[in-house]
């Protein structure tokens, strides 16, 4: 066995007997927390009389033909904001085929509409009707009548205001309120531009808005439709440089070779004689020449194709690719973008091009830290060009002056909170004397998740320079190289920069597989390879915020395997009420050891296609998948004629090995192999809808009363996804009578650490002795595989 030969990595496909379908379970029981009788009649009283007074307003509504619906909130109890606790309260408002329930407020507050009398009194019935709704009833903390959420400026002179309206979860409804709203802010001459982040999530810039006319859209009943009023963000880019002394020769295309396309979403790219051959077509802006400012666009282009080469490593290893300039902001210096703006030129040039340019870099940072409970309306626009136009946005993290006051670094800015994006963080190359960081330790500058509703963002990071203070206390910097607009060499500092490296990463991989682009199974490779320097110095439990999974590996390194490892990628659909349970899992016998019991490394990488909805805020992931993978007894048969019971076949003694209760809290705490310092990773992700999920174990880390439990020779082994869905899209995919499914792609690598074992050819054994389809992942370039 050699173990320098490349192997290429495999899909496989699960087969019809691995489809299961998900059954009915969960206590018939009512939760503890659920009122007495006393205590149910005196809430049932109190919210009757509160609704009741509500109806008064709902009845003027009618008099007047009124277009907008009352809206209220009501807020849960604590123990009450799971899924199947929410469909409770939900039901008891729910009156006809719309759904009142119309998104969440905060965590624990739903939005509820009151669309007319009839709706109302219905409510009110149940709400008396303590037998039937004492559930529900336990489950809500108040009623109160729902107030837009108000951002004012201490500006004195008039601002741009960004408004979203209440989303009534009605197309029809939704129209006539945008068109009211329109006709009354035209009543009152305001300018505004009206932009649709996605096809449904509508935002409002009203121009040159001054104190009075904002307390009077606060209070005039014209405006009950508003969700929220804030100053619109204004967006700036700077990029300080310094010179650099290197010289690098300039790189040719391939005559007759085929190159994909990056589009550069930036100020412009200048075409340098090092860039020149590179441009696919000609430049997309939105402005004229004098307001195209071309520094920062010319310094991300350089590092995506001459990164390595500038650097003196193969960092990425990428042979070259075409790129567009896509200029969508302009010399801030002259001009002020507005976000509205900057998302219809992003949307304007990915429409134009979105079938010749697959890969997107978005290295403008905004100056702005996400919010810990909801998505922010760029990430919304970024993830619905994603998903409209098949792309891939590789987005920076945003840079942090913090580490100037010796302040802790900042969460990620707005936009890198986008679920479709890869986000990139900076790690620095090397050190100089006053750097702060050590070399592949997070740069001072960079910021760190975890993003809203704790989602792991930045997901990878790369290469974007050091930076400290020398004994004057001035800032003093150690830059990665690129060019500036005169073509000279130069050198900077910033998540900017080490966001193309993934940009060319991505790019490089789509160019070297030969197979149709998917975003998915991009974003999944990347993470997958990703881990962390045996350098690195912060906490095991703080890796993951400050380096999401860490920096990926070369093009090559991630499209093979040597003979001591497989990676298996199973890329699917997974739909409400199935499941995929893998009971034949191929896992060799060749990583049995000496002593009977399975040893070696396992990868699990999942990402999917959670499903999206921009109203539901923090739970804007609507769906999840739950990947399970160990070992099991044997299987059994199943009376499939007894209630709850679907499945013909089952598994008897199960147990998921991706749990870190298995491990040895001991060896989980000691830094002594390479596996330890660079790769283990357990999170509890639990009832998080994360979008990202990784899970790399080492066996041997297992404690010896679980080796002998589930590690033994004799066991077999399973593989388990199950897809899952919030309430609200479960209500509304009733009311639509549409089927709920996502997309994911999982990669499951296995590794003998000695390097002797024959991995590769025993996987390969074992997918035809057990009838599964697999095919190595197509390549456009010869690689050496053996027969």
């Not at 009152?188 to 982040?197: A, G, I, S």
């Not at 040719?252 to 190159?259: C, H």
């Not at 412009?268 to 051959?277: C, R, V």
């Not at 003998?752 to 024959?758: A, Q, R, V, Y």
């Amino acid at each position: 066995m050699k173990n320098n030969e490349r192997l290429p990595i495999k899909f496989f496909a699960k087969r019809e007997v691995d489809n299961q379908r998900v059954e009915p379970g969960g206590s018939r029981d009512l939760p503890k927390w659920v009122l007495d009788e006393e205590k149910l009649a005196l809430k049932s009283k109190a919210f009757v009389s509160t609704v009741e007074r509500f109806k008064e307003e709902v009845l003027k509504k009618e008099r007047t033909n009124s277009l907008i619906p009352l809206t209220i909130k009501t807020r849960i109890i604590d123990e009450a904001t799971a899924k199947t606790h929410r469909r409770k309260v939900t039901d008891l408002f729910r009156t006809s085929s719309d759904n009142n329930v119309l998104g969440l407020a905060d965590s624990d507050e739903l939005v509820v509409k009151l669309g007319d009398s009839r709706a109302t009194d219905a409510i009110i019935k149940r709400l008396k009707n303590t037998d039937r709704y004492a559930y529900a009833l336990s489950c809500i903390d108040d009623i109160e009548e729902f107030t837009p959420f108000i951002t004012e400026t201490n500006k004195k002179e008039p601002v741009d205001y960004k408004v979203k309206l209440v989303n009534y979860q009605n197309y029809e409804q939704n129209v006539s309120v945008q068109k009211y709203f329109e006709k009354s802010i035209a009543e009152l001459k305001l300018d505004f531009v009206k932009t649709k982040y996605t096809q449904d999530y509508i935002i409002y810039n009203l121009k040159s808005v001054d104190t009075d006319t904002l307390e009077m859209l606060k209070k005039d009943e014209s405006f009950e439709a508003i969700f929220s009023i804030e100053p619109m963000p204004k967006y700036k880019v700077t990029l300080d440089m310094d010179a650099d002394d290197d010289e690098i020769d300039v790189l040719e295309p391939q005559e007759g070779k085929n190159y994909v396309n990056v589009g550069i979403l930036d100020n412009g790219i200048a075409e340098i004689p090092h860039l020149k051959p590179w441009i696919y077509g000609e430049r997309w802006s939105a402005y004229p020449e004098e307001y195209i400012k071309k520094t920062h666009g010319t310094f991300v282009s350089g590092v995506v194709l001459y990164g390595d080469k500038l650097e003196g490593k193969e960092w990425v290893g990428l042979d070259g690719v075409k790129i567009l300039d896509a200029c969508v902001f302009p010399d801030t210096e002259k001009e002020e973008i507005s976000e509205d703006e900057l998302i219809r030129n992003i949307q304007e040039v990915i429409q134009k091009y979105h079938k010749d340019v697959k890969v997107w870099n978005l290295s403008i940072s905004i100056t702005r830290t996400v919010d810990e409970f909801s998505f922010s309306d760029f990430a919304i626009a970024l993830d619905s060009l994603q998903d409209d136009y098949n792309v891939l946005i590789i987005k920076s993290a945003g840079n942090c002056k913090n580490f100037m006051t010796g302040r802790p670094k900042g969460k990620v800015h707005e936009g890198a909170d986008s679920v479709r994006s890869i986000v990139v963080g900076s790690i620095a190359h090397k050190q100089s004397d006053d750097d702060l960081a050590e070399t592949d330790n997070p740069s001072p500058f960079t910021r760190i998740g975890r993003g809203p509703s704790y989602i792991i963002k930045p997901e990878v990071v790369h290469y974007g320079g050091n930076a400290g203070l020398n004994g004057e206390g001035r800032l003093v910097k150690t830059g990665v190289k690129s060019f500036g607009i005169d073509g000279t060499r130069q050198q900077s500092i910033g998540t900017s920069y080490s966001t193309p490296r993934i940009s060319a990463l991505a790019a490089g991989l789509y160019q070297e597989m030969d197979e149709e682009f998917d975003p998915l199974l991009l974003k999944g490779l990347i993470v997958h390879s990703a881990s962390y320097s045996k350098d690195l110095k912060i906490p095991n439990v703080e890796r993951v915020n400050q380096l999401g999974f860490g920096r990926p590996q070369s093009i090559k390194s991630i499209l093979h395997n040597s003979p001591n490892e497989v990676t298996l990628i199973l890329r699917d659909e997974i739909s409400k009420g199935e499941l995929v349970d893998i009971m034949d899992f191929p896992m060799p016998d060749c990583m049995v050891d000496d002593d009977g019991y399975y040893n070696g490394q396992i990868i699990v990488t999942l990402v999917y296609d959670s499903i999206l909805e921009p109203s539901q805020r923090a739970e804007y992931c609507q769906s999840d998948i739950e990947v399970k993978m160990g070992t099991f007894d044997t299987k059994k048969d199943r009376d499939t004629t007894e209630s709850n019971i679907l499945n013909p076949i089952g598994r008897e003694g199960s147990q998921n090995i991706l749990l870190e209760s298995c491990y040895s809290k001991q060896k989980l705490k000691s830094n002594s192999d390479d596996f330890a310092l660079k790769e283990r990773l357990l999170i509890q992700y639990k009832d998080k809808y994360y979008p990202v999920k990784k899970f790399a174990v080492d066996l041997s880390e297992v404690t010896d009363s679980n080796k002998v439990k589930y590690l033994t020779k004799d066991k077999k082994w399973y593989l388990h996804l199950n897809g899952l869905f919030r309430e609200h899209i479960e209500t509304k995919a009733e009311i639509e009578s549409t089927n709920l499914s996502q997309e994911f792609c999982l990669m499951v690598t296995i590794k003998d650490p000695s390097g002797t074992k024959p991995v590769y050819d025993k996987v390969n054994q074992k997918l035809e002795e057990y009838n599964f389809w697999h095919n190595n992942v197509k390549l456009r370039t010869d690689v050496e595989v053996r027969v």
